[in-house]
């Protein structure tokens, strides 16, 4: 990548400045309690990237995003399945968090206060209920550590009351046809996040779409409200950190080969279920 320059390094994305437009490489990097784990998850990456491509020519309809090319011939073998070219966007400084259900932080916060977000809820949920309508549950973009859950009338003052209105809407829509799609694929959505950014004067969607790292998908056959549900995402490698006792603080443990390999296959799954496609023939 001599060519290219590093525009900047998340958990597991890569992000290379090539004039006018990034190359987004999504590696096999997990991190889990905050801290990027020694042992990647094999084909991780291309799940989060070919997922992010179905999603983003499923909703191109709805909103704009900023992709351009998954074209890798130019570049080493390695970047292929994986990579994508997006055009630059401003990005706004805020998450957009859609909730169908009550789960993960948002059942914290309804548990100690009965509210999410400042959104008050009926008294009376357990952990996985279905809310009576999805939510918008802003957060703060956070480099270290966990994103911070604000308020809308919070999101308002950082980035303006049209812009989050316009944000609400969109976040909600894309929710609410994406979920309702997952159904039919035998996925409940429970929640997920998206950014968004301009360009010009357009809103885009951008970054990875409703992968297993942005969302909870819990298989609908399985749903059972009032406790925790099994998920497709990382879950399976915090419950091992949690079986070793780990204390959370680097430098962070590696994982056996079975439990890499155990995860990788429910990334794989809940690609098969949601494209009808195998991640191979991608």
């Known amino acids: 990548m001599k060519d290219l320059r590093l525009y900047a390094r998340g958990k597991v994305r890569d992000v290379y400045e090539d004039g006018d437009r990034l190359l987004f490489v999504a590696t096999d990097r997990i991190s889990a309690f905050d801290y990027i784990l020694p042992t990647g998850i094999p084909d991780k990456g291309r799940v989060l990237t070919q ?8 909703l191109k309809y709805l909103v704009p995003n900023h992709f351009l090319s998954s074209d890798m011939s130019t570049l080493p073998p390695e970047f292929a399945g ?29 548990q100690r206060i009965g509210a999410v977000c400042g959104i ?43 812009d989050a209105a316009r944000l609400r809407d969109l976040t909600l829509a894309i929710y609410k046809k994406a979920s309702d799609y997952a159904r039919t694929r035998g996925i409940i959505i429970a929640d997920t ?34 406790k925790a549900q099994p998920s497709y995402d990382k879950q399976y490698v915090r419950d091992y950190l949690e079986s070793i006792r780990w204390n959370k603080q680097p430098p962070a443990p590696p ?26 023939a991608s």
């Open 51 to 58: 997922m992010t491509l179905f999603w983003l020519d499923f």
């Open 82 to 110: 994986r990579s994508m070219w997006v055009r630059k966007a401003n990005m706004f400084p805020v998450e957009c968090v859609a909730r169908g259900y009550l789960s993960g932080s948002g059942w914290k916060d309804y």
């Open 120 to 162: 008050s809820l009926p008294p009376g949920l357990r952990e996985s209920d279905q809310l009576p309508e999805p939510v918008f549950t802003p957060a703060t973009k956070a480099e270290t550590g966990h994103d911070e859950n604000i308020s809308f009338e919070q999101a308002s003052e950082i980035i303006g009351a049209a």
């Open 193 to 226: 996040k998206f950014e968004f950014g301009r360009i010009g004067d357009a809103i885009v969607l951008a970054d990875e779409v409703l992968t297993p790292d942005s969302s909870r998908f819990w298989p609908l056959d399985q749903y059972s409200p009032g």
């Open 255 to 280: 994982l056996p080969e079975e439990v890499a390999q155990h995860t990788s296959e429910k990334y794989r799954e809940a690609y098969r279920a949601l494209t009808g496609r195998d991640l191979n």
